[in-house]
């Protein structure tokens, strides 16, 4: 499952992926960008992902990127 929005960003990872790598990932990311707010469900295997300003969304999408998910529809080009 994965639900997105303009601030933020759900995502139920594989059930093969290290919980503790995504720990220690979280840990980093609290450290050197405060103006992600994380969440980790461990039990659930959900990441949240969510920035509280505009200005702050292309560091979600660069989350979103990093993670293989396709770019929401609102921001594709109208090309």
């Known amino acids: 499952m994965t639900a997105r929005g303009p601030l933020h960003l759900v995502v139920e990872l594989a059930r093969h992926a290290d919980t503790e ?3 220690q ?5 609290r450290e050197c960008c405060p103006f992600y707010e994380l969440g980790w469900e461990p039990d659930r295997r959900r990441l949240f992902v969510s920035v509280s300003q505009p ?9 979103a ?4 998910l396709d770019a929401p529809a609102a921001h594709a ?3």
Not at 25 to 29: G, K, Q, S, V
Not at 55 to 63: D, R, V
């Open 65 to 68: 990127f990093a993670l293989g």
């Open 55 to 63: 200005e702050h969304a292309p560091a979600l999408e660069a989350i």
């Open 21 to 23: 790598l995504v720990e």
């Open 25 to 29: 990932t979280l840990a980093i990311e």
């Open 77 to 79: 080009s109208a090309d």
